[in-house]
């Protein structure tokens, strides 16, 4: 498995002891990923309807062409493995219909889930793109994504040594969304494409949370809703 080193941004071996472009032991990858203080975020303007301005880059992230760090939903710190056992409102598995279904401390919507507290978004508080850069800052929600989608012209490009979504907007401004995938326990997948998490978990029950991502052809944008402790990219907006 390829993981990022938060030091320099570059792809390395899960396996590696250290990364070898810049040395930063594997001890200390994620305990430098979840200190890293992000307060450099830049915005652009496309022209959408709705006036929303766009971080150009992922949070954590050092520049458009670096993917920055993968976050459970509403779970600001970063994992090693993207599992159930290491989300922060997990509470233990119970059995449902020969399932295993998680039981949750917050946002569940169905007794079957853990606590019921009927919250949908996430909150401030959770939201990495708040806690990395600033209250002003936060996920995206479905409807600012479906904008962004319907309201700009979509391209594949290749640059920098990453493939990625070039986005034009109605006002010729340009949004780079690089090719990130997600990953469950340790695995990646989509890994060809950009895939983001928003702000509001799936309709029933909230043990899964909405994603959008490109078609592998990169000619329409398509939703899914994966687990909620997957890790997935956070591409912020302004408030």
Not at 175 to 188: H, P
Request: a neutral charge.
């Amino acid at each position: 498995m390829i993981i990022i080193c938060p030091e320099c941004g570059r792809g390395i071996s899960s396996f590696a002891d250290s990364c070898p472009n810049c040395g930063l032991p594997r001890s200390m990858f994620f305990k430098a990923a979840n200190q890293r203080s992000i307060n450099n975020m830049e915005f652009v303007d496309l022209g959408l309807p709705s006036g929303t301005l766009w971080a150009t880059k992922n949070v954590g992230a050092k520049s458009p062409y670096d993917k920055g760090m993968y976050f459970a939903w509403a779970d600001s710190e970063v994992k090693e493995d993207y599992t159930w056992e290491n989300y922060k409102y997990f509470l233990g598995f119970h059995i449902a219909e020969s399932n295993k279904v998680p039981r949750l401390s917050k946002y569940t919507g169905h007794i079957r889930l853990g606590i019921v507290d009927n919250i949908s978004f996430m909150e401030p508080c959770d939201d990495p793109a708040s806690v990395y850069n600033d209250m002003s800052s936060m996920t995206p929600s479905y409807e600012q994504f479906k904008e962004l989608f319907e309201n700009c012209k979509m391209s594949r490009e290749y640059t920098k040594g990453v493939n990625g979504i070039q986005l034009v907007g109605p006002n010729g401004n340009k949004l780079f969304l690089i090719a990130t995938g997600y990953i469950t326990g340790t695995k990646i997948l989509k890994e060809k494409c950009p895939v983001f998490w928003h702000n509001r978990c799936n309709s029933y029950g909230y043990d899964n949370a909405g994603c959008f991502s490109t078609t592998d052809f990169a000619d329409n944008y398509c939703t899914f809703s994966p687990e909620r402790c997957c890790g997935v990219p956070i591409r912020p907006v302004r408030r």
